[in-house]
């Protein structure tokens, strides 16, 4: 689904007796008014024509319909609307075929499934994405779909909003045949056009409707067990509950009145807050790496990565890499580590093998791209190197000084650096125009979210080639100015501490983490500190408490936790206990009073703080750092900011990140709010003009 504003036409040509209705709004012939309205006056002039024995759907350029206009599904819809036209279809007498190629996602796909045959070109993809933007499909996919596949794989097809490739929607019956042949709508005799045009005699007449199908009969059982699984996958929210309840529909109510009720529960569902969320996250992934500075910079060669570290994060990212079919050349620092990260790559893709996710020999032939080295001199050869060593400054600056002296010139150097200074190490190296920064999440294989960093001297097409590398991968790229902790972290360590501030005030770590947990945030913070272990940022605070600012307000309770030997998870105890390796943690009554001691030893009269209380300061507390990170120009836009908040740290997508969150509240409230929320917090704490947001 695209949100593209032109107008569109459609056009009727002939092939013999068959009808060709060729579908022209560039770029993706998004579903517009005029193309709808274009398609039923296409209809019933080929209605009115005795002369015409079939007819045929196509898109003209490198697409068919790859999804509906979405800036329409914010406002009152214009007539005729999407069932009106697949009504046509299905009114008219003679077969109607669907020629697909590129995407027929969304009402494409539900214009499709009103057509009496659907033929493909290779490299389609068919879909209904409609739940994952907070809708569910409104033009009779939630009927239609079953009719083909059958209640419990239709349940999973439109919850998961999965695009399915033309090989997988032929053994599904999506589509009836996959030519072989050219995409384009203008070829010659083996192009889809003329192969759906003989499709379409080959019908001989006859009209095949989805709609007239018997839902196919199957075991009540795995239709619960699809149910329970979408409903857990979609976390419970209305899209995938009412997307459920459709199509199940479909096998228990006459067809009329299963459409109305899909149709009536779309029109309400569209003007959902989720849904207005959902679409602001997709134009934010639209927009996220289009940099009008990037504007026409070519990105360098991308044809074989480094990968520096066979670590956590090396081993991740060269997972990732791999899938893409991206070589990879990896370098570690001795044989025996190297080994250690071999041997976790042979693990992860045996996994895939014996789990039926993949052959032996497709596992083979990726490792098969990987070359295992620890000689650098092998890295000569990588269009760009990516860094995954120690965090620490003195290690990456002397690696990339013996980069500076083995790399071919013009490669891109990256670092995968959480918090360091990306400068810092661009400068130990001759070429800072090539560095940039990387910044994967974990897993590096699974998350999508990736930080591209750009430096005080990283050249424009190093960047560039930064993100290409990011979509090579399948990855979201976000682009962040260097700062410490870029933006997520950045974000996240003033979310964290604020949280800190709350259980000082009166709140308890299971208070906070439930709190958040029911706004919607996949885990609470003070869970998310036991499982990834209290240790680490313990020793950075050792390390900075030098530098800090003694007359901010500091927070002791997580040192007094570690110095207790409370690691979280991983020691059985941290801000909760884990009895036998529990993996839930519970609350425990050391904490508690150790928490009240903590505040009774500052004078803080503590006060119980309402789940509401809770949200809100937090939210308050990402909007306010956010606002930070704008003004001094860390990040460019404030749907960047959502999108690093949703894809790396769980904000819920339903909410549509803290920026979309705050153009939601009344101005002066918010400002209030900001205000409030410096008092409570304390000294030390930095309050931005939150007027950046409503340019940004
Ligand atoms: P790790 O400790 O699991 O792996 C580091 C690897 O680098 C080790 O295998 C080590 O042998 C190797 N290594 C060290 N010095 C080397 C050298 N000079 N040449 C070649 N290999 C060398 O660390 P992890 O967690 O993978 O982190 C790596 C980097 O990624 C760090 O900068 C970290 O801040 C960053 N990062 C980590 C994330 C995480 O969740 N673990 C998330 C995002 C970034």
Known sequence: MLGDRTGGTVRLERDGGVAVIVIDNPPVNAGSTAVRRGLLDAVATVAADPGIEAAVLIGAGRTFIAGSDLREFGQPLEEPQLPAVIAAIEAYAKPVVAALHGAALGGGFELALGCDARVAAPGTRVGLPEVTLGMIPGAGGTQRLPRLVGVSTAIGLICEGRRVAAADALALGLVDAVVEGAVAERDGAQSLRASAVAHARGLAGAKNRVADRAVPAEPAERIEAAASAALRAGRGRPPAVEAIRAVRAAAERPLDEALAEERAVFQRLRLETEAFARRHLFFAERDSARLPELEGVAARRLERIGVIGAGTMGTGIVIAALDAGLPVTLLERDAQALESGMARLRDHYARRVDGGKMSAGEAGKRLAALDPTTDMVALATAD????????????????????????????????????????????????????VGLHFFSPANVMRLLEVVRGAKTAPDALATGIALAKRLGKLPVVAGNAFGFIGNRIYAAYRRQCEFLIEDGALPADVDAALERFGFAMGPFAVADLSGLDIAWRMRRQQAATRDPAARYVEIPDRLCEAGRFGRKTGAGYYRYPSGAKRGEPDPEVTALIEAASAAKGIARAAVSDEGIVTRVLLTMVNEAACLLSEGVAARASDIDLVLVNGYGFPAWEGGPLFWAGRQDPAWLGAGLARLGDLSGPGFRLCDPGVLRAA
């Open 384 to 435: 760009l190197v990516i860094e995954a060593v120690f965090e620490d400054l003195a290690v990456k600056q002397d690696l990339f000084r013996r980069l500076d002296a083995v790399l071919a010139p013009g490669t891109v150097l990256a670092s995968n650096t959480s918090y360091l200074d990306l400068d810092a190490i661009a400068a130990a190296t001759g070429r800072p125009q090539d560095v």
